[in-house]
């Protein structure tokens, strides 16, 4: 009765997270199966949270297998009484633990989601059954399908470009589907998730030089012709996401290293490598000349004989490069002119700018924590920066008819000099001299332009 008794206490625990999400706790299906069953008294070091029904047959017993025929089992009736409740949670718990098989028939009654295994998910789903939540006729009453379709494995990929703003991928709901099975992957590391919704977030720490995989296969339970219960699979959408490397952010320092440079910066966000080129050169090609690659967040160099050496610092992998940092290296120290601080990059609203034939007003949202902002705007070619503490600002004296490119970061102020985070994104703003004729000026430009 102690075992019992305690398996029972246990179970409580697991009917109560029933009113949670059932995807979300399947993901740590090993570390919410060990918390739950370990009042028992018997839970030693990591536990197996799922059995395969092919698995567990070998523990099947001639007299039990005989026993069951007599039994009419149903979804989540595990021991065939002809009822669903704590017993048949007890029951499964133990299973799972690895402490009482179920017998063949037990087993496809407590496979309550057709996986072909049980694991923390079916214990959850018969808890909430028992507790009220979520009855499980679902599970059972399911449309007949004469020929599933099995899941789509050869994929061809869409490739999608996005930034830390995109934060979530998502796709068009498929008719007649009910869930949705979600596979990051980079290569080495692969993320599963199910979902009902049709959106979830990037995992964005699984990006692997740039690029990270997803696929979404839509599925629903359901029923062939003979009462077999199995998956039908709609069409596997794949992406191909792709990221650009963040900037260094923060102080890049120098030591003395036997007599060499050692130089070291804060590692970018999804930088696969760095450039390092001394601009005071110039390479045959009339560009920087380029001191060499590093794949860590050092680069080793000799220092100057003389005067000094300014640095370029850009990071990239195989999506692109970061806007590079400027450094200098004189007489074995190394200083930063634009230290570059955690600002976050500002941002527009839907129409950021308002025109006339001659100039442009620029405006954005405020950065937390921002002292003023350095807009700039591109002309010929050329960069040319203004600072301000407002939230806008008027470019004037422009060219009519024409569209410019324009930039903000916000800046604050760091041991006396002014410290930048992030650049936006690059807007165009139009003077509006070429539409008179047409439009009522001034022209309010959308933020998707």
Aim: proline fraction near 3%.
């Amino acid at each position: 009765m102690r075992s019992k008794r305690f398996l029972a206490a246990a179970v409580s625990l697991v009917i109560a997270a029933g009113q949670f999400s059932v995807g979300a706790f399947a993901e740590n299906s090993s570390e919410n199966t060990a918390s739950a069953l370990s009042a028992d008294g018997d839970t030693t070091g990591e536990q197996d949270s799922a059995v395969s029904i092919a698995e567990s047959k070998k523990y099947n017993t001639g007299a039990a297998a005989s026993n069951e025929e007599s039994k009419s089992y149903k979804i989540g009736d595990v021991d065939g009484n002809g009822k669903v409740d704590i017993t048949d949670v007890t029951k499964t718990a133990a299973h799972i633990k690895g402490r009482k098989m179920l017998s063949q028939k037990g087993r496809e009654a407590a496979d309550i989601n057709a996986d072909g295994k049980i694991n923390t998910t079916d214990l959850i789903l018969i808890a909430a059954h028992v507790k009220g939540k979520k009855n499980l006729s679902v599970y059972n009453d399911l449309p007949v399908v004469k020929n599933p379709r099995e899941k789509q494995t050869d994929v061809k990929l869409i490739e999608f470009n996005v930034d830390k703003n995109t934060k979530t991928v998502s796709w068009n709901a498929a008719a007649d589907m009910t869930n949705y099975n979600v596979q990051f992957t980079n290569g080495d590391k692969t993320k599963n998730i199910n979902t009902s919704d049709t959106n979830t977030s990037i995992p964005y720490d699984m990006f692997k030089d740039g690029n990270l995989t997803v696929t979404i296969t839509p599925s629903r339970l359901v029923k062939t012709e003979d009462g077999t219960r199995t998956y039908d699979y709609g069409d596997t959408t794949g992406y191909l996401l792709k990221i650009k490397p963040e900037m260094i952010h923060g102080t890049i320092t120098v030591t003395d290293e036997k007599g060499k440079a050692k130089i070291d910066w804060n590692a970018a966000d999804f930088a696969a490598g760095y450039h390092v080129y001394d601009l005071t050169n110039t390479a045959s090609d009339g560009k920087p000349k380029l001191l060499g690659d590093t794949d860590t967040d050092q680069f080793i160099t000799s220092f100057p004989a003389s005067g000094t050496v300014k640095l370029l610092i850009v990071p990239y992998n195989s999506v692109g490069e970061a806007e590079g940092v400027n450094a200098e290296l004189t007489s074995g120290t190394v200083t930063e002119p634009d230290p570059v601080v955690d600002l976050a990059a500002p941002t527009f609203g839907g129409y950021y700018y308002v025109s006339d034939t001659n100039s442009a007003t620029l405006n954005w949202y405020g950065v937390s924590g921002a002292e003023g902002y350095e807009v700039s705007i591109q002309i010929d070619g050329k960069w040319h920066s203004y600072n301000t503490t407002a939230k806008s600002y008027k470019f004037t004296n422009l060219a009519s008819c024409t569209g410019f490119k324009t930039r903000v970061r916000a800046y604050k102020t760091v041991n006396g000099k002014k410290a930048y985070g992030s650049y936006s994104k690059t807007v165009t703003v139009i003077t509006d001299g070429y539409v008179k004729c047409t439009t009522a000026t001034p022209i309010y430009a959308s933020a998707s332009t």
